[in-house]
């Protein structure tokens, strides 16, 4: 079915959804000092040298102030088993650190813990992009294990297939 894009957003939604990612928590601190965090699927890989990487953020995200404000965050790549670490960066709660085991990164940064990967950024920039900001980091450590990929794909989440993964 083909639709002009500026015709109906969810229907763009349900088209760009076809394109499966990973699923990330990224985090950071707020101006008070207290842990903020979020699940995205907007990751990406920008550069190897320097290292950088992207993720964005809609502008009418109540956390965007800290994402700006900070000038770090951490993203963790999610493994299979975490669902319900995505679900709860994703519901619309007051504290979404209430209860989890974390530690401080770099710059305080809140990390997580048992992630697939894990990269702890510096902002490199901040660049407004419709209703949302683009944000490029400059990963100044990182951290990965092996494991299996949360997967998200047509607003699901999945995994990828089994004997794909085997090396």
Known sequence: MSHPAAADPRELRHALGRFATGVTVITTLDAAGRPVGLTANSFAAVSL????????????????????????????????????????FAAPVEDRFAGLDWETGIGGAPLLRDCLAR????????????????????????????????VFFASRYGLPAPDRLAA
């Open 49 to 88: 040298d320097p290292p950088l990487v992207s993720w964005s953020l809609a502008t009418r995200a109540r956390s965007l102030a800290a994402f700006l404000a900070t000038g770090r965050f951490a993203i963790h790549i999610l493994d299979a088993t975490q669902e319900a670490l995505s679900q709860r």
């Open 119 to 150: 990269l702890e950024c510096s902002t490199h920039q901040a660049i407004a992009a419709g209703d949302h900001v683009l944000f490029l980091g400059a990963v100044q450590r990182f951290h990965y294990q092996e494991g299996a990929p949360l």
